[in-house]
């Protein structure tokens, strides 16, 4: 795998996996106020802003519009939503303004911070039932019973319990 940056900005320009033949480049808004814009490859993309920065369109969550409340960039509705829960989501925040628990009907991701203010854990469960874990870069899928997407899981091992056996592969997802 490889990725490769804009050295005055730090963005991803590209990344690729020559064993999967896989590429994809990233481009950026250009009034230089480094926003994504379109990702092209096998995730491609494209995202469009208003004046006032809210984004307008995005390709991979809807085929219609954004609608924002009176807070600064928060989203209150999409028309047209795709890849998105329709599940109302409640966030708690810590008192540092970092999220500590997302609950979506049935299933909570619970946050713990160090006094640095970095993750340093994360649990998943579903009805009150752990379901994985995630502890600095090492991830625990304790229970697989749907197919599970490891995007969330960037450079992480994952260890899954088949068949009473574990398997481990190591994932460099993106």
């Not at 490859?41 to 995202?47: D, L, N, Q, R, Y």
């Not at 829960?85 to 628990?101: A, G, H, N, P, R």
């Not at 019973?145 to 969330?152: E, I, L, Q």
């Amino acid at each position: 795998m490889f990725l490769r940056f804009n050295v005055n900005t730090g963005n991803l320009n590209s990344r690729g996996n020559p064993l999967k033949s896989q590429t994809g480049s990233f481009s950026y808004d250009a009034v230089g106020l480094d926003r994504l814009t379109s990702v092209t490859g096998p995730s491609a993309m494209s995202v469009s802003y208003g004046s006032n920065g809210n984004i307008l369109t995005k390709s991979d969550a809807s085929t219609g519009t954004y609608a924002y409340s009176n807070t600064p960039y928060a989203v209150s509705s999409i028309t047209g939503a795709q890849n998105i829960s329709t599940t109302l989501q409640d966030i708690d925040y810590c008192s540092f303004e970092k999220v500590k628990k997302i609950t979506e009907g049935t299933k909570t991701s619970d946050f713990v911070y160090n006094a640095d203010q970095q993750r340093v854990r994360m649990i998943l469960k579903d009805n009150g039932e752990t379901t994985a874990g995630c502890v600095g870069k090492i991830a625990a899928l304790l229970k697989v019973s749907k197919t599970v997407s490891p995007r969330w899981l960037k450079k992480s091992i994952i260890f899954v319990a088949l068949n009473q056996n574990w398997l481990q592969k190591n994932t460099k997802t993106s």
